[in-house]
């Protein structure tokens, strides 16, 4: 009796920790969830989302669970999931969606996952947030949701409907890119930048830089004819970056996907069209990424090595581990086993000891390198830094090493 009078008490505050985050509707249909938000003059938000897609799972994971997103999403909207892919273990409530599903893409051309779509209590689509994020931005991008003066499609329709002042077509033009808008984005932006007579001001020129994104763009035709104005205004290199990732685009990785492609040759041709723009630093870490994506290790360890040497002290922690953990999986040379446990140290010192995967790729190249006490000293401390449904993969490692037993595969 005790045990039951315990559950009892037990049960309402479970209860109360379910609902501290994001409440999503359930068993009803699309007319159902519009005419609730209707009844309860509330705006709608329509999470557009597959079953492939890693951002869609956190923040169906991390982000919605939260209390405070509850708190703000439950106030302010009727919420509700929709699945757009079809798998073969979906449940009879997600089948009971396919149908509308495929009428909101048809009607709303879903491009891209995350999706939300947000309508107002009277059913009318307002806004649209694309890419998720973490909690209290994703919070501010929905609140531009609830105001008329930041609604991304209300906006539109005054624009379109005559007010084209030029604070307004800037403030739509970043309206049409946060929601995936890419057609509408160039032509604000280029009709903005239309209405300035100093293109070359450091706000103008950041804009210009943020919305060009071909070669037939006003905005690459004027980095391109005085890159030197624009870096004197924006800083060293900032046009060529801009330029090269465009070029890049467009000569080079659009042919990638041809199996019989040839990176080489498709960078010389680059260069040889664009001989003014510098982008060395950004094909020399193309070949790094194109050869660890294809498996070439030995043209990948030549390329590594070279682009290390040349932009090495600008390499951030992360690419630093991903080049070190690659080498001791990939390349079996001595030499370039060593520069890459000095990457593992560089990205382990700058970020503190604080990052567990980062840890883990040093403790196996110290131990690769002969050094096994230092190894299982520090993945010991990675150990202690991972979650509790992580720390397996780790433990299993450091099993290795104490055993003496490689934890790498020969190649």
Same mark, same amino acid.
């Given at each position: 009796?005790?045990?039951?009078?315990?559950?009892?008490l037990?049960l309402?505050?479970?209860g109360?920790?379910?609902?501290?985050?994001t409440?999503?509707e359930?068993?009803?249909?699309?007319?159902q969830?519009?005419?609730?938000?209707?009844k309860?003059?509330?705006?709608?938000?329509v999470?557009?989302?597959?079953?492939w897609c890693?951002?869609?799972?956190?923040?169906?994971?991390?982000i919605?669970?939260?209390?405070?997103?509850?708190t703000?999403?439950?106030?302010?909207f009727?919420n509700?999931?929709?699945?757009?892919?079809?798998?073969?273990?979906?449940s009879?409530?997600?089948?009971?969606?396919?149908?509308?599903?495929?009428?909101?893409?048809k009607?709303?051309?879903?491009?891209?996952?995350?999706?939300?779509?947000?309508f107002?209590?009277?059913?009318?689509?307002?806004h649209?947030?694309v890419?998720?994020?973490?909690?209290d931005?994703?919070?501010?991008?929905a609140?531009?949701?609830?105001?008329?003066?930041?609604?991304?499609?209300?906006?539109?329709?005054?624009?379109?409907?005559?007010?084209k002042?030029?604070?307004?077509?800037? $403030? !739509?033009?970043?309206?049409?890119?946060e929601?995936y *808008?890419?057609?509408?984005?160039?032509?604000? =932006?280029? &009709?903005? #930048?239309?209405?300035?007579?100093?293109?070359?001001?450091?706000?103008?020129?950041?804009?210009?830089s943020?919305?060009?994104?071909?070669?037939?763009?006003?905005?690459? $035709? !004027?980095?391109?004819?005085?890159p030197k104005?624009? *870096?004197a205004?924006?800083?060293?290199?900032? =046009?060529? &970056?801009? #330029?090269?990732?465009?070029?890049?685009?467009?000569e080079?990785?659009?042919?990638l996907?041809?199996?019989?492609?040839?990176?080489?040759?498709?960078?010389?041709?680059?260069?040889?069209?664009?001989?003014?723009?510098?982008?060395?630093?950004?094909?020399?870490?193309?070949?790094?990424?194109f050869?660890?994506?294809t498996?070439?290790?030995?043209?990948?360890q030549?390329?590594?090595?070279?682009?290390?040497g040349?932009?090495?002290?600008?390499t951030?922690?992360?690419?630093?581990?991903s080049?070190?953990?690659?080498?001791?999986?990939?390349?079996?040379?001595?030499?370039?086993?060593?520069?890459?446990?000095?990457w593992?140290?560089?990205?382990?010192?700058?970020?503190?000891?604080?990052?567990?995967a980062?840890l883990?790729?040093?403790?196996?190249?110290l131990?690769?390198?002969?050094?096994?006490?230092?190894?299982?000293?520090v993945?010991?401390?990675?150990?202690?830094?991972?979650p509790?449904?992580?720390?397996?993969?780790?433990?299993?490692?450091l099993?290795?090493?104490?055993k003496g037993?490689?934890?790498w595969?020969?190649?």
């Amino acid at each position: 009796m005790k045990k039951l009078v315990l559950l009892l008490l037990v049960l309402p505050f479970i209860g109360i920790a379910q609902e501290k985050g994001t409440h999503f509707e359930h068993g009803a249909t699309w007319q159902q969830v519009k005419e609730k938000a209707k009844k309860e003059n509330k705006y709608l938000l329509v999470d557009c989302f597959t079953t492939w897609c890693g951002p869609c799972k956190y923040m169906s994971s991390t982000i919605f669970p939260q209390e405070k997103v509850g708190t703000f999403f439950n106030k302010n909207f009727v919420n509700v999931k929709v699945q757009f892919d079809k798998t073969n273990g979906d449940s009879e409530e997600v089948k009971s969606w396919y149908a509308d599903a495929d009428a909101i893409n048809k009607a709303y051309k879903i491009q891209a996952y995350p999706t939300f779509l947000i309508f107002a209590p009277n059913g009318e689509l307002v806004h649209r947030i694309v890419g998720g994020g973490e909690a209290d931005q994703f919070i501010a991008k929905a609140e531009k949701a609830l105001h008329p003066e930041t609604q991304y499609y209300t906006l539109l329709k005054k624009y379109e409907t005559g007010n084209k002042t030029p604070e307004t077509l800037k $403030q !739509l033009a970043f309206a049409a890119e946060e929601a995936y *808008d890419k057609e509408n984005a160039g032509k604000l =932006a280029a &009709a903005y #930048l239309d209405t300035q007579k100093d293109l070359y001001t450091k706000e103008n020129l950041e804009f210009l830089s943020k919305f060009t994104d071909n070669s037939k763009s006003k905005g690459f $035709q !004027l980095l391109l004819k005085d890159p030197k104005k624009v *870096d004197a205004v924006l800083g060293k290199g900032k =046009a060529n &970056a801009v #330029l090269g990732g465009i070029i890049l685009q467009e000569e080079v990785y659009r042919y990638l996907r041809n199996p019989k492609a040839n990176l080489d040759s498709l960078i010389a041709v680059a260069k040889s069209k664009y001989p003014t723009v510098d982008m060395s630093q950004q094909t020399d870490l193309l070949q790094v990424q194109f050869y660890q994506n294809t498996g070439n290790w030995r043209k990948f360890q030549s390329a590594v090595l070279a682009y290390m040497g040349k932009y090495g002290k600008e390499t951030n922690g992360q690419m630093l581990n991903s080049f070190a953990w690659t080498i001791f999986e990939n390349c079996k040379d001595a030499e370039c086993v060593a520069q890459a446990l000095a990457w593992s140290k560089r990205s382990v010192d700058e970020t503190q000891s604080k990052e567990p995967a980062f840890l883990d790729t040093y403790a196996n190249l110290l131990y690769r390198t002969g050094k096994k006490d230092e190894a299982i000293a520090v993945q010991q401390k990675a150990i202690a830094l991972v979650p509790e449904n992580e720390k397996g993969t780790y433990q299993t490692t450091l099993d290795k090493m104490q055993k003496g037993e490689k934890t790498w595969v020969e190649k």
